[in-house]
């Protein structure tokens, strides 16, 4: 067993390296981690029927036009095929005159490695979409429009978009990986190239009541990576708890956000709210934020999983 997992770590880690690219412009969301569709197709949880996850964020909130952004994941679960299918929709709203949108089908299957490791191969594909409107921008010097060095009309893009990841899972411990936007090998004003991701998640059981769930998640971009540390406390899985981080590494761990988030699990809603705080010498420009989400679950006990994962 031990060298069937070594030998799938080293292909997993091996693709993803190979298909490394340039900078970040994905929707980076801190209560992501509660539904992984939109950047992990392998990220399909065993929900036994339904479940669908709504998020908002609203960027720079003291700031006129600031941006705001939405997920919305539906994603079920047929344990009879191994097989997670789901939607996602993601939307990027970037202030007065530039609009993303990102829907997609995923699609999950699932191999049994034991009693309680799972692997899942995931992959997505969709549609990415790109608006900006030039005119809406004001300029400092608007010599800029007309020397070319700025467009002057209204720009869209379409283009075809697939994501691939993959997820070792127990009801203890999650790692993951994935590569979005594979068929983009360049970022433009319109479009999203590749990002790779990486994560992991422990829960430790602290007593009947209590459990404990540090993270760890890193997103590159060519130049750019992004750090996030993140510790969640649950009180019997009903309320929750947790402060992330995301350090600077390459300013000596310097300023960068930090996020306080709270939720509560009643009946088969889920509902969380995350408010962001930068300091240091980001504070200025970057200004706090504020993350809601909602989910709601069906579930079917004749066909419920034999474990659920923890989120």
Not at 61 to 81: C, E, H, I, W, Y
Not at 146 to 173: H, L, M, N, W
Not at 205 to 233: C, Q, R, Y
Not at 244 to 267: I, K, Q, Y
């Amino acid at each position: 067993m031990y060298f069937v997992m070594k030998k799938i770590l080293i292909f997993v880690s091996a693709l993803f390296m190979a298909l490394s690219a340039a900078a970040q412009q994905d929707l980076m969301l801190t209560q992501q981690f509660f539904s992984r569709v939109n950047k992990n197709p392998a990220g399909i949880g065993n929900i036994a029927d339904l479940d669908v996850f709504l998020l908002g964020r609203y960027q720079w909130a003291s700031m006129d036009d600031s941006p705001k952004s939405g997920v919305l994941n539906v994603q079920t679960f047929r344990d009879n095929l191994h097989s997670g299918f789901a939607v996602s929709m993601a939307y990027d709203n970037l202030g007065v005159a530039k609009q993303m949108f990102n829907p997609k089908l995923a699609y999950a299957y699932q191999f049994n490695l034991n009693d309680e490791l799972v692997l899942s191969l995931g992959l997505a594909a969709g549609l990415q979409y790109g608006y900006f409107d030039a005119a809406k921008y004001t300029l400092e010097d608007e010599s800029e429009r007309s020397d070319g060095d700025f467009p002057d009309d209204k720009q869209t893009k379409f283009s075809p978009d697939f994501d691939f990841g993959a997820e070792i899972v127990s009801p203890q411990f999650l790692v993951g990986a994935s590569v979005t936007h594979l068929a983009q090998n360049e970022s433009t004003t319109l479009m999203n190239s590749r990002h790779i991701y990486v994560y992991g998640r422990y829960l430790f059981n602290i007593n009947e009541h209590f459990d404990v769930a540090p993270m760890v998640s890193w997103m590159n971009k060519e130049k750019v990576n992004v750090t996030e540390l993140n510790v969640t406390g649950f009180y019997n899985r009903l309320f929750w708890g947790g402060l992330t981080w995301h350090p600077d590494l390459v300013d000596g761990l310097g300023s960068n956000p930090v996020a306080v988030s709270a939720g509560l699990e009643f009946l088969n809603f889920r509902i969380g709210y995350t408010f962001d705080y930068n300091f240091g010498k980001v504070a200025k420009y970057a200004g706090n934020a504020h993350e809601l989400y909602i989910s709601y679950s069906v579930r079917n006990k004749q066909t419920a999983p034999d474990y659920e994962r923890f989120e």
